[in-house]
């Protein structure tokens, strides 16, 4: 099982700002479609941002604005830059790689360990 792996999680004050990083093998940044996902305590995982093979960004309404999702594949590092971050964006925070054949049926799926980011004062 290939595994994807975040880095770059950690306390900071609200207000503050963080990055996030994933990286994984060429091939998965190059064909699949990127997401973050995160899972605050006591709730379902959510997906927070993606972003296509094509380049094309979609963010859940709660963190739009404030959340950028980024691509650097000769590196094969997928990004989430965390601004203007309050105690409701605490959580575990998961890279995902999803690939879809003609139908839109899943073929290939990857996870990372996740990355806890703690917003408080």
């Known amino acids: 099982q290939v595994q994807l792996v975040e880095s770059g999680g950690g306390l900071v004050q609200p207000g503050g700002s963080l990055r996030l990083s994933c990286t994984g093998p060429?091939?998965?940044?190059?064909?699949?479609?990127m997401h973050w996902y995160r899972q605050a305590p006591g709730k379902q995982r959510e997906l927070v941002a993606s972003?296509?093979?094509?380049?094309?960004?979609n963010y859940a309404d709660s963190v739009k604005g404030r959340f950028t999702i980024l691509m650097d594949n000769p590196r094969r590092m997928m990004y989430l830059k965390m601004n203007n971050l309050t105690s409701e964006d605490t959580a575990v925070y998961y890279c995902?790689?999803?690939?879809?054949?003609?139908?839109?049926?899943?073929?290939?799926?990857?996870w990372g360990q996740g990355t806890k980011v703690t917003v408080s004062s």
């Open positions: 995902n790689a999803e690939f879809r054949g003609p139908k839109l049926e899943a073929i290939d799926e990857h």
């Open positions: 060429t091939s998965i940044f190059r064909s699949h479609e």
């Open positions: 972003i296509t093979s094509g380049g094309t960004e």
